[in-house]
């Protein structure tokens, strides 16, 4: 049996708190988000190639609890999207067998003069999520996902703090290399506290929070956290952009999931590293 947790992408904006000690929070917001429309124009030409792994819960058994697929990821303009934007992700192999439609996929895809703009949107977001195994079914395993909610065009759904997180591993991110702070970083945590919501689940607002940690020096992102609580399902998304700059932008190196049914005992993961930009 499915569980009912679709979660589907709508509409968002952000407003601010006051700061401490450190700059004043809108200067940092303000930074940061001058950054992040700037790496949206820039990173339309740069596709990377994406390795991801999921494990879904035993329970799913017999059906396919492991998979591992290679793609391509890009981001696209899309007219239809309350983005402006979509993450494409163009598989081109599924646990070791190469995808025979690819080429008739995207034809259709992105050539169909017929489909609307909103439509393709969200055929696109349909066909990044196609292979997902388990029994959540989810289209925001992508990762720019929460770097998107600092577009400066959100300026109404979140309150936002400030604070400071020294070299390390940040409190709860993944014990692992690319989720370490080399030097001090920003740390903008935000809560949704307005509706529509950014992501719905079990076809209802579902609110998100997070955080994001920007390097002082150059405002630019180094990995973000995404916490989405829908009434079933609690989702969380950690993304490092520790690559080398490129473009003077970081990139995503390393995405790591989760997954929780709430009131079960059931867990999805996923593992995706990036590489090869062009």
């Known amino acids: 049996m499915r569980i009912p947790a679709v979660l589907v992408l709508a509409s968002i904006a952000v407003a601010v708190v006051a700061a401490d000690d450190r700059p004043p929070l809108q200067a940092i917001l303000s930074s940061v988000t001058d950054y992040v429309v700037r ?33 391509d990821l890009l ?3 899309s007219e239809g999207s309350d983005f402006g934007y979509v993450q494409f992700r163009d598989v081109f192999n599924v646990d070791g067998d190469p ?3 690819r080429g008739d996929r995207l034809t259709k895809l992105f050539l169909d003069a017929s489909m609307s703009a909103r439509r393709q949107a969200a055929q696109i977001m349909s066909e990044s999520a196609r292979y997902n ?6 289209n925001i ?14 300026r109404s759904h979140f309150k936002y703090s400030v604070d400071t997180d020294h070299k390390g591993v940040p409190r709860g991110m993944p014990k692992s290399p690319a989720f370490t702070l080399g030097a001090e970083a920003w740390v903008l945590e935000f809560e949704e506290v307005a509706t529509p919501t950014v992501v719905r689940g079990d076809d209802q607002d579902a609110k ?11 405002s630019r992102v180094l990995m973000t956290e995404l916490i989405v609580e829908a009434k079933t399902v609690r989702s ?19 995405m790591r999931e989760t997954y929780v049914v709430k009131k079960r005992f059931y867990t999805l993961e996923g593992t995706a590293t990036y590489g090869n930009f062009m």
């Open 99 to 101: 995808v025979r439609d």
């Open 208 to 218: 998100s929070h997070g955080r994001v940690w920007a390097d002082p020096a150059t």
């Open 133 to 138: 195994i388990g029994s959540i079914e989810r």
């Open 141 to 154: 395993n992508v990762p720019l996902i929460a770097l998107m909610l600092m577009d400066p065009m959100y």
């Open 236 to 254: 969380t998304i950690r993304v490092s952009y520790q690559s080398e700059p490129i473009a003077g932008l970081l990139l995503p190196v390393e």
């Open 75 to 77: 981001l696209v303009r």
């Open 39 to 71: 790496f949206e124009n820039t990173i339309q030409g740069i596709v990377a190639e994406e390795n991801y792994v999921q494990d879904s819960d035993k329970s799913d058994r017999p059906f396919v609890t492991h998979r591992e697929l290679k793609s």
